[in-house]
């Protein structure tokens, strides 16, 4: 089992910034994908970002690209992401997931969910 943790999120005016972070814990996961994932209001839940730990290979839907960074520090099992110039429409309840054997990190069906955590951005 795998436990993730999301914390970091918060209100903030558009054009600023916040850093979420998912703490894992329960299994080394150096071979795992971490992933963010949004849901907002009324609407499906979609892809964000994306790290492959064991390379660093990265992964962005296009609508954060330039924005937001994905990132890992192993010694504390944690990844972050670093979200700026924050925009009203990236407001939703933010979510970290782990999984092994991902092929395709925005369409898989990750195994492990932490609990979330709300981005709220004012206009």
């Known amino acids: 089992q795998v436990q993730l943790v999301e914390s970091g999120g918060g209100l903030v005016q558009a054009g600023g910034s916040l850093r979420l972070s998912c703490a894992a814990s329960g299994r080394t996961i150096s071979n795992y994908v971490m992933g963010w994932f949004r849901q907002a209001p009324g609407k499906e839940r979609e892809f964000v970002s994306a790290i492959r730990w064991s390379i660093g290979t990265k992964y962005y839907t296009d609508s954060v690209k330039g924005r937001f960074t994905i990132s890992r520090d192993n010694a504390k099992n944690t990844v972050y992401l670093q979200m700026n110039s924050l925009k009203p429409e990236d407001t939703a309840v933010y979510y970290c997931?782990?999984?092994?054997?991902?092929?395709?990190?925005?369409?898989?069906?990750?195994?492990?969910w932490g609990q979330g955590t709300q981005v709220s951005v004012s206009s």
């Open positions: 997931a782990a999984d092994l054997r991902v092929v395709d990190p925005a369409r898989h069906g990750y195994t492990y």
